[in-house]
């Protein structure tokens, strides 16, 4: 079985021992750490793809610096004790994925690693196409192309497709002979139910009312698309 690395960081690691077990039968192989020291050192070491962190031990969302420098982008959930659930600091609810509260038991951690694990693969997907479509801002307007009047602001969405499009002429062997109209179209629709569902954070009926579409179509399309759609959470 291939496991995916977790790592916890609290200083009472041996405390896990009995869920260490449990997540290594889920498929999960977690690691521990008494501190945010260890911890930078274990990530430098092992490709983690999730970090449960105690909020005793990062309080402060600089803490959690050094676990992102050596893993950019790694999912970590923060653990707080029950009554601490409406004062952790907003400034770490901006750079933690999710938040669980103590102690913890297998099958609340599964789920939430679960999750996790799928609205980090959606927000990946997200990044991948923003960097396709999104060119380099320029303060001048291209001739003959719809958009802004040159005051620096992100470019409209006809001008960043007709660029974008253009520069795609050179290579449409890669898309295929005779297939482009098929290709762009697909690629945009995916692009859009990507983004409408990330941003709906997994809650397809609001964003199968977003897109007009009925739920149904939605979950045929990401089906379609093989898009991860992270559950919603009320």
């Known amino acids: 079985m291939i496991h995916t690395k977790v790592l916890l960081v609290d200083h009472e690691p041996w405390t896990y021992d009995g869920l260490t077990l449990g997540l290594a039968k889920r498929g999960y192989e977690m690691h521990t750490a008494p501190s945010m020291a260890r911890a930078i050192t274990l990530a430098g070491a092992h490709a983690y793809q999730a970090a449960l962190v105690s909020l005793a031990l990062a309080p402060e969302k600089t803490m959690l610096a050094g676990l992102h420098s050596e893993i950019p982008d790694l999912p970590v ?3 707080h004790a029950p009554e601490q659930a409406h004062d952790i600091p907003a400034p770490m609810l901006h750079v933690v994925t999710n938040a669980i509260a103590l102690p913890l038991s297998l099958e609340p951690v599964c789920l939430m690693l679960d ?5 980090a693969s959606l927000r990946a997907q ?3 196409h923003r960097q396709f ?3 380099p801002q320029t303060t001048e307007t291209t001739s003959g192309l719809p958009g802004g009047e040159g005051d620096g602001t992100p470019g409209r969405l006809e001008e960043m497709l007709i660029r974008r499009l253009r520069a795609l002429i050179p290579s449409l062997a890669l898309l295929g002979k005779g297939s482009l109209h098929r290709a762009v179209l697909t690629y945009v629709e995916k692009l859009l139910v990507t983004v409408v569902v990330h941003e709906c954070h997994g809650n397809q009926v609001k964003a199968a009312t977003i897109l007009g579409i009925n739920r149904n179509t939605l979950r045929k399309k990401i089906h379609e698309f093989c898009l991860s759609s992270p559950h919603h959470t009320p």
């Open 126 to 128: 997200v990044r991948q």
């Open 133 to 135: 479509w999104c060119l």
């Open 77 to 79: 959930i923060l653990m």
């Open 115 to 119: 999750r996790t694990m799928e609205l």
